[in-house]
């Protein structure tokens, strides 16, 4: 049976005022999965304006209140565990492992912004001035332009709302017009039943032919004072280009052409698992992803050998049964929303490479919607692959010989969001880390991580801002100086 859903606005389920709908396709199947409303520039306006007249009741409120809707909406959320995960699987055709992951990940993030909204937010500042008081504090912004993607919908739909609703801010969100429901919907559902007032969060899905408009509408609206955005790169420009027109500031998370360094000193079992982790978990359509596995020469016979056959058994198929690692791939073309369209993107990757000079070490071929794990190795710089994030099931391992030539080899991105460091010694692997140009990096560890309480972003095109605990509670809030005089200051006339 087709879902039907209408735009969240000041706590009510409205359609648009068009009238208009759009589908939300099954990329597995190629068929309609749910039906949303199409909101027009008029409907972004009466979001953003019940957004703004919400404000100053939420900012002022209770903290104890507050913090109590985020640990009722992490409550609600586990307890629908299963309904999450068949909606993601309709949506976007995760699998279940991954669709579950969401569920936990995002439950951590709401019980973490409960905490952020008693947490310590200001300081007392050193002043020259006999008898005076100086304060710098953190206040809310105002409402806050939220965009979320399809790829993790429910950790990045939740991720893009919660430190500005803590921070004390009101949200207008647009999902990915992929994944209405789980990266927007669903987030607005939950939050409302858990106590949320009418109008704080408000949720609105678009025809993706109306994104340009819908988009650059919500970041002009005069009320809207800050914007944040996750997804690609291309996007990611055109946000940050109508947010420093308007002068509002943007966080932006964008992709990553991230690499995973196996040194020499490196446990190869557990590097083969890490690295296959990072490649291929959610078919590789991660924005932490690892498009590159980067080998010490003289572990690499072992390593490839071990970790061609591990990628080559990872199962492939149906995003249903439990046991799938490779799923469907999710296509953001509007004309042709099935995963075959996906599939052969990441196809037309490897053929150009392998036209060039690259041999594909397992996968290849695409089936159906879905594209099966690949490895390639001896991709030149000229190829389509070498810069491109991949965001699919694909992955190049390259060999180095030193230290300093993996470290280049990785820096050569302007993508640096994440990294990884297989190494059975902290110290070489911090030597290493400190070498990479990236927002962040794991020792002894793969490059797909996220704590809700640690800062995550990249550098580069990667973006810039930080969300994620403290630093996501700065993103979302200004500071102030305020001073208090306890005597009467003398003046010069």
Not at 265 to 292: E, K, L, P
Not at 327 to 346: I, K, M, S, W, Y
Request: aromatic share 6%.
């Amino acid at each position: 049976m087709v879902i039907t859903r209408e735009l969240l606005i000041d706590g009510k389920e409205k359609g648009a005022q068009s009238g208009r709908t759009t589908p939300v396709i099954n990329p597995a199947t190629g068929q309609r999965y749910a039906t949303v409303a199409a909101a027009g520039v008029e409907d972004v306006s009466s979001a953003v304006d019940a957004a703004h007249a919400a404000f100053e009741d939420w900012a002022t409120s209770d903290p104890a209140t507050r913090r109590a809707i985020f640990v009722k909406a992490a409550e609600l959320m586990e307890q629908r565990r299963e309904r999450i995960v068949d909606l993601m699987g309709g949506e976007v055709g995760a699998t279940r492992l991954w669709a579950s992951f969401n569920v936990t990940l995002a439950a951590a993030m709401l019980r973490e912004t409960a905490a952020l909204v008693t947490a310590p937010r200001g300081e007392v500042l050193a002043t020259r001035h006999d008898g005076s008081l100086s304060l710098a504090v953190r206040e809310p912004l105002g409402v806050v332009a939220a965009f979320s993607p399809w790829n993790a919908p429910v950790v990045l739909g939740t991720r893009a709302v919660a430190a500005a609703l803590a921070a004390g801010n009101t949200v207008v969100l647009k999902p990915s017009e992929v994944a209405p429901m789980s990266a927007g919907l669903l987030i607005g559902d939950l939050l409302s039943e858990a106590g949320l007032p009418d109008g704080v969060l408000n949720v609105v899905t678009n025809d993706p032919a109306d994104a340009p408009q819908i988009t650059e509408a919500l970041i002009a609206h005069a009320a809207v004072r800050a914007v944040n955005f996750t997804g690609s790169k291309q996007v990611g420009r055109i946000i940050g280009s109508h947010a420093a027109r308007h002068l509002k500031p943007a966080l932006l998370e964008l992709g990553g052409k991230n690499a995973v360094i196996v040194l020499d000193d490196a446990d190869v079992d557990h590097a083969v698992d890490a690295a296959a982790f990072a490649a291929f978990m959610n078919s590789g359509q991660i924005c932490m992803s690892a498009d590159r596995i980067l080998v010490h020469e003289s572990l690499a016979e072992e390593f490839i050998a071990k970790f061609t056959a591990k990628v080559a058994a990872l199962p492939f198929g149906d995003p249903a049964d439990p046991a799938t690692v490779i799923g469907p791939l999710v296509n953001t073309d509007p004309e042709q929303r099935c995963g075959l369209f996906a599939a052969r993107r990441v196809a037309a990757l490897v053929e150009d490479a392998v036209a060039k000079g690259a041999t594909v070490l397992v996968g290849g071929e695409v089936r159906d919607a879905s594209h099966p794990a690949t490895v390639l190795k001896a991709v030149p710089d000229h190829a389509d692959l070498y810069g491109a994030e991949t965001f699919g099931p694909l992955c190049v391992v390259d060999t180095f010989a030193t230290d300093h030539e993996a470290v280049t080899m990785a820096n050569d991105t302007d993508q640096g969001l994440t990294a990884g460091i297989i190494t059975e010694n902290g110290t070489h692997g911090l030597r290493v880390a400190r070498g990479l140009r990236t927002g962040m990096v794991h020792i002894n560890d793969q490059s797909v991580a996220d704590d809700p309480q640690a800062p995550f972003g990249g550098v580069g095109s990667s973006g810039y801002g930080r969300f994620g605990g403290r630093w996501g509670i700065e993103a979302f809030s200004n500071t102030r100086w305020i001073t208090l005089a306890t005597q009467h200051a003398t003046y010069p006339f």
